[in-house]
């Protein structure tokens, strides 16, 4: 019998395996691919290594505009391919080898949940105190017709393969444009391909605050992705997507198609049933310790649908396990940051303008326009990017922050942390930020509240 059966190997499935170990627990990791999951495999670190090229690739391109002559810059998508492999080997080494450090005993197979405290792998039945289900999330099939044949024939991908293409499609047509489409958009628009994205929304980028969103659409725009909003994909034939706007259809040329229309939790097949863990719309529900209807079971990770980030995950994770090890820990969902890895970069946290207007709360917002910082005017030739904040009227602290330019990644935890701690905005004031940075940009808007 083990202390703990974790079911699952990516963020979720190997930090809860990692924190147990080092808590001295027994604990067995089942994962049916790769540890790492989608994130370490085919999802944020891949996507990362590809997308870093392209902005090497970018930099080279313009290199005149910072003084710099570069004759025949080019790209070989190739070579950049087996680049990232190469990062996504030495990450799951990593992982493996901590698993060994902390004693974790790892099988490579698939796990089905046979009851309360079971698990069976092949025929082998294991028993756990408790189970961890960390099953993770898979792209969203839409039943729209020609999809199951494209996807069968290869001209259809999905976030897995896309990463593996052996050349630069021609026509690329992204079905969907949220985190992956826009991801995937930046680089294949970097790297040569002629790329659409077709979105249903009358917006790019899901709940992004607007004007940021807006922004990053213009950007897009100007470097030659043709974004089609407000449309619905009617059709996918072997060389284009149809699609229909205002009762008119039309028609985009396409040789490969990114389908990235959202992600749903993994719960069917792996025996939830059994175990009597209850579910809601296809994901795990779980309570703020992470806990599931069964005393036992705890979920974390994207199987429980609320968030879907790797760093979610983590937390979950986390909070799992020291529930588990009797320590009081609960998640907060309200200061999460998120980010897309656009070139510029978006980040997010908390409420956007929307979401606070729609919640109804008494707020006021402050934009910034990055060229504030000396350090972006230093960097960028130009740029559009902002900051914009959401402070709450009455209490005075930061409710939201959002920030498009480069850096806003390594920049947002900062507003997140604020957020987290409920710092009032003369706190904030009074924190002193190193000059000069980016993040000073954070700061100025700051002051821009009186
Ligand atoms: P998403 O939910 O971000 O975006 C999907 C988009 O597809 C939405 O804008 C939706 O309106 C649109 N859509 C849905 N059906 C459609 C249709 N039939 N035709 C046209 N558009 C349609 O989902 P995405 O991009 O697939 O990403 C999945 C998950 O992975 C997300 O939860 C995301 O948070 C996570 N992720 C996070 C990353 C990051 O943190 N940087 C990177 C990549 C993924």
């Not at 009851?115 to 105190?129: A, H, I, L, P, W």
């Not at 293409?165 to 040569?192: C, D, H, R």
């Not at 025996?271 to 705890?298: F, S, W």
């Amino acid at each position: 019998m083990y202390d703990l059966i974790v079911l699952g190997g990516g963020p979720a499935g190997y930090l809860a395996a990692e924190r147990a170990g080092s808590a001295g627990l027994s604990v067995l990791l089942i994962e049916k691919r790769s540890l790492g999951g989608v994130c370490l495999n085919e999802g944020c670190i891949p996507s990362k290594a590809l997308l870093h090229c392209a902005k090497v690739f970018d930099y080279t391109k313009h290199a005149d505009q910072y003084g710099i002559k570069v004759a025949d810059s080019q790209i070989d998508h190739k070579a950049v391919v087996e680049r990232k492999n190469k990062v996504v080997k030495t990450l799951v080494a990593g992982v493996q080898s901590l698993m060994k450090a902390k004693k974790v005993t790892v099988i490579n197979d698939t796990g089905i949940i046979t009851g309360r405290n079971t698990v069976k792998v092949s025929d082998t039945e294991y028993e756990g105190r408790y189970l961890i289900v960390c099953t993770g999330s898979e792209p969203i099939i839409p039943p729209i017709p020609g999809v199951k044949e494209g996807l069968k024939s290869g001209m259809i991908v999905t976030n897995r393969e896309i990463l593996d293409l052996e050349s630069v499609p021609k026509n690329l047509v992204i079905i969907g444009g949220g985190v992956i489409g826009l991801e995937m958009a930046s680089y294949f628009n970097s790297v040569g391909s002629a790329v659409t994205v077709i979105e249903m929304l009358p917006n790019i980028a899901g709940p992004t605050d607007r004007e940021i969103s807006s922004i990053l659409l213009k950007n897009y725009t100007a470097k030659g992705i043709s974004f089609k909003t407000g449309c619905r994909v009617t059709k996918v034939t072997e060389d284009s997507v149809v699609y229909e706007s205002e009762g008119k259809e039309y028609s985009a040329p396409a040789d490969k198609v990114l389908l990235s229309v959202g992600r749903r939790p993994c719960t069917e097949g792996i025996g939830l049933e059994a175990a009597g863990v209850y579910c809601e719309k296809g994901a795990i529900v779980t309570d703020k310790r992470c806990l599931t209807n069964i005393p036992n079971i705890y979920a974390a990770g994207d199987v429980n649908g609320r968030s879907m980030l790797a760093h979610t995950a983590y937390r979950e994770a986390e909070v799992a396990v020291n529930n588990i090890l009797g320590k009081k820990d609960i998640m907060r969902y309200n200061a999460i940051p998120s980010v897309i890895y656009t070139n510029p970069e978006v980040a997010s946290v908390g409420e956007t303008q929307e979401s606070a207007e729609k919640a109804g709360l008494d707020f006021e917002a402050f934009v910034m326009p990055m060229m504030y910082s000396g350090r972006y005017v230093a960097e960028n030739m130009s740029g559009d990017g902002i900051c914009k904040i959401i402070v709450d009227k009455k209490t005075k602290t930061l409710l939201g922050a959002h920030l498009i330019g480069n850096y806003a990644s390594e920049i947002i935890y900062g507003a997140g942390l604020m957020i987290e701690m409920q710092m009032r905005i003369d706190d904030i004031k009074e924190l002193v930020f190193p000059h000069p940075t980016v993040c000073e940009i954070i700061r100025e808007t700051i002051f821009a509240v009186h």
